[in-house]
């Protein structure tokens, strides 16, 4: 009980007993959404335990014999919630009271195989019992099949080919069971399905239609409404076969329905065109067959299947019965239609942040795989273009934390907020997630997924793709077919590729070594897909730069995985950013840099780095506005990662903007007031402005740090402290490295010796940030020098620009030489 109290405080409105109410319906991820709905638009969690208390305080024993009116209790045996004990009870207590106990699990009336208690109710009512099912039916054939599968598989590969249709026969059976449609046989890439009517059997080939579009496939649909026979779980008779006939009249795209099918929808709003008569193979006469042009713009198709199925049925008696015993979805039913104000709400999202998801397997050891779920999410999240999403390293700070969801909400500079749950039980996952409005903590969608852990991938794309649906958010051809395309994936080697990257996220020597064996056991167990050598690739780079002593190939070690990856998928957009940072940084392509920079963030706009690596590209090429823009871009993504705060004053400094690069970099101080790329960045600007001691005591509030030394001894020089100069430059000379190399070139050329810093600018290996001498600050009269020209000339850089507002370097020689 204290468990159930629990659930209702802290989970109303998320869907919560649905395991009680409607056990059957637990998987089912759309009923799980209504439910959530109507627990929200229904009661507060307050109210709900309010009237929870009200009713443990009742006692109405002592009033059941005084009912005397007719009296039927009705009671679902199997449900486990409430005990048949109490049924029973009842009866036996009210004054000729009948007990009828029904087959069934569900609490919910509505829910389950409603005629067995809609009969006994009619009968109850009328007198008059029901006459038997037959095994002949009325129903709504719906036949579909891919048009030129054939040269698709030729095109594509075994392989491929059977990736896509697994993918296309996903969403073929999500938009069947959307629509409350019975797939009864599928063969190849075609599928048989019935329906109870005709309306929604024309929305689900629609739905399916569209829904497969994206996938750059085309599908021919035909519908016939006629009497069927069941023989188990299959259909069979004529009308199937005129189904089939007419599907196979149809053209890539459309949807062809016979005139009864016409007919029985005429005045719902539907449009047709008229296509005339035809004749079908095997079936007598002539056929009028008429082309789906537009449906109705009401939402029909939210109602749960029970409600139309039930609202349907013949005779004024049973629609009384079907009203009688439908009081809660009715109430239901109205809130799914009252959603102005949500919807208004859930338009206004355009940056969500997915908080980091809860572990319900009770097992701390599954941590990393919680952790693997919500990047997943994030990673998914991010294909939609309109959409910006806080990255996972600014997300998983608030992993327990205890804040309230506005707060955390204003700190990233969001508008919503996903947060949700995965449990796991072997090789099964479910998942649940809700959007939330984040300034007014309103829960506007709610579902549960669940699915073997080797297409755990897809289910992310669906949530991915309902959320986007969900805010109003129109996927382009290209985003909807990366969302639906997600490949299955080995569970031992996804397991493996998890618990890799948790141990890389630790940011730790032992961390980055324990992940990569994970990585590499992986790819061992999965050379054929790319997230395993995604996750090589960044834990060897992060080998080279986060590790006293890595390999001297690591980076190359990084490249080649990164490369693997590209080949298996050329759509990987990590795989693509790698190649640009590669381009940029170490092969200087500076033209193949920027189209895979293009390329990466056209495949996912919401990878911080990228845009952060970008901004330094542009600002080479004295595209200032550009380079702050997409530093800006990348701050708002991940505004919790000092770096990219203090990048951002750093791009103000390269572009000669001192005054802008303050104001920045006092902003970042508030991320982390000790960062060092801050302070350095700090120092810069208020030197650029010619206030030198402030300068230096920013920069030396770094402490130790191989960045400081990049402004110190400039500064220093500058300041006229010129024996602190060559002090910080011999210690520098003493152990040289690439990125000392960098700070003796700034060091010497601030105090004057330009043939100094020509001997360091000549150093070997040279650093990735040589070709930023280009635009570095405060490089005074150096920037001048035809040898640092004549070098960026060999790079294939224009010259400096000529427009630097830098300070003249003005030195005391009083401190002597």
């Not at 992310?460 to 909807?480: W, Y």
């Not at 693997?564 to 190649?579: C, N, S």
């Not at 060091?747 to 360091?760: K, M, N, P, S, V």
């Amino acid at each position: 009980e204290e468990q159930v109290i629990r659930e209702m405080r802290y989970g109303w409105g998320r869907g919560i007993l649905l395991d009680r109410v409607a056990p059957s319906m637990v998987g089912d991820p759309r009923f799980r959404s209504w439910w959530a709905r109507y627990q929200r638009l229904g009661s507060s969690p307050g109210t709900v335990l309010a009237m929870r208390r009200m009713i443990e305080e009742s006692d109405i024993r002592r009033v059941l014999p005084s009912i005397h009116v007719p009296t039927l209790v009705v009671h679902r045996k199997d449900n486990w919630w409430i005990e048949g004990a109490h049924g029973r009870y009842l009866a036996e207590h009210i004054p000729g009271a009948r007990l009828v106990e029904v087959p069934g699990v569900d609490y919910f009336p509505f829910v389950g195989d409603g005629d067995a208690i809609l009969d006994p109710i009619e009968e109850f009512l009328t007198g008059a019992r029901r006459a038997p099912d037959s095994d002949r039916i009325l129903a709504t054939v719906l036949f579909t099949d891919i048009v030129g599968s054939t040269e698709r598989a030729a095109e594509l590969g075994d392989r491929r080919w059977r990736e896509l249709l697994e993918t296309h026969n996903d969403v073929v059976r999500r938009e069947l069971g959307r629509f409350r449609g019975r797939e009864v046989d599928t063969a190849g890439d075609g599928f048989l399905a019935t329906f109870d009517g005709p309306a929604r059997a024309i929305r689900c080939a629609q739905a399916i239609r569209d829904q497969v579009a994206a996938l750059g496939l085309e599908i021919r649909a035909g519908l016939h409404t006629g009497e069927v026979e069941r023989a188990g779980d299959d259909v069979r008779g004529i009308a199937v076969h005129i189904g089939a006939r007419v599907a196979a009249k149809a053209g890539a795209g459309d949807i062809l329905v016979s005139r009864s099918v016409r007919d029985t929808v005429e005045g719902s709003g539907f449009a047709f065109e008229d296509l005339g008569t035809r004749e079908l193979k095997g079936a007598r006469g002539e056929w009028r067959l008429f082309r789906v042009t537009g449906l109705p713009e009401d939402a029909a198709a939210l109602a749960p299947g029970a409600w139309e199925r039930l609202r349907h049925r013949v005779g004024p008696r049973r629609a009384l019965v079907a009203g009688l015993a439908l009081v809660v979805l009715a109430v239901g039913y109205a809130g799914i239609r009252s959603t102005g104000p949500e919807e208004a709400l859930a338009s206004e999202i355009r940056s969500l942040a997915v908080l980091p998801l809860d572990n319900l397997t009770g097992d701390p050891e599954q941590e990393y795989f919680a952790d693997g779920m919500t990047e997943a999410l994030i990673t998914e999240l991010s294909k939609v273009g309109a959409l910006r999403v806080i990255s996972r390293t600014s997300s998983m700070r608030f992993k327990e934390a205890d804040r309230s969801l506005p707060e955390i909400a204003e700190e990233l500079g969001v508008t919503g907020v996903v947060e949700g749950s995965v449990a796991r039980d072997g090789d099964r996952v479910r998942i649940t997630a809700q959007l939330i409005h984040a300034g007014t903590d309103t829960h506007l969608w709610a579902e549960s997924f669940e699915s073997d852990l080797s297409n755990v991938l897809r289910v992310q794309g669906e949530i991915a793709s309902d959320i986007a649906r969900e805010i109003e958010i129109a996927l382009t051809p290209e985003e909807a077919a990366r969302l639906a395309s997600s490949r299955s994936v080995d569970p031992e080697a996804y397991e493996a590729y998890l618990r890799g990257n948790f141990h890389l996220n630790q940011m730790s020597p032992e961390g980055i070594e324990r992940g990569l064996e994970y990585l590499r056991e992986a790819v061992e167990k999965d050379p054929g897909s790319p997230l395993p050598y995604a996750g090589l690739a960044r834990g060897y780079s992060l080998f080279a730069s986060h590790t006293p002593d890595p390999p001297p190939d690591a980076f190359e070690r990084a490249r080649a995985a990164y490369s693997r990856a590209l080949e298996l998928d050329p759509d990987f957009a990590e795989a693509h950013a790698a190649v640009a940072e590669r381009k940029l940084y170490l092969e200087r392509d500076w033209e193949g840099a920027e189209a895979s920079f293009r390329r990466a963030l056209e495949l996912n706009p919401s990878l911080p780095g990228t845009h952060a690596h970008y901004a330094w590209y542009l600002n080479l090429f004295d595209r200032q506005d550009e380079a702050l823009a997409e530093m800006r871009r990348a701050v708002q993504i991940d505004p919790l990662t000092p770096l990219y705060a203090a990048w951002l004053a750093e791009i103000h400094n390269f572009g000669g903007d001192y005054e802008g690069a303050e104001a920045a970099a006092e902003r970042a101080l508030e991320v982390d007031p000790d960062f060092p790329w801050t302070r350095v960045a700090l120092g810069i600007a208020l030197a650029g402005r010619g206030r030198h001691e402030e300068a230096i005591e920013a920069i030396e509030g770094a402490g130790p740090s191989p960045v400081r030394a990049l402004a110190l001894g400039t500064i220093y020089a500058l300041a006229g402290r010129r024996a602190e100069a060559r002090k910080l430059a011999a210690e520098l000379e003493a152990d040289p490295d690439p990125l000392k190399a960098i700070s003796l070139v700034l060091i010497y050329g601030a105090l004057g010796e330009h043939d100094q810093a020509a001997r360091w600018l000549a150093f070997e290996p040279a650093h990735p940030w040589v070709p930023w001498l280009r635009t570095w600050p405060l490089l005074g009269s150096f920037r001048e020098d035809p040898r640092l020209r004549e070098l960026l000339r060999e790079m294939g850089l224009p010259p400096p620009p000529s427009d630097r507002s830098d300070l003249p370097v003005e030195v005391s020689r009083s401190e002597g030489s």
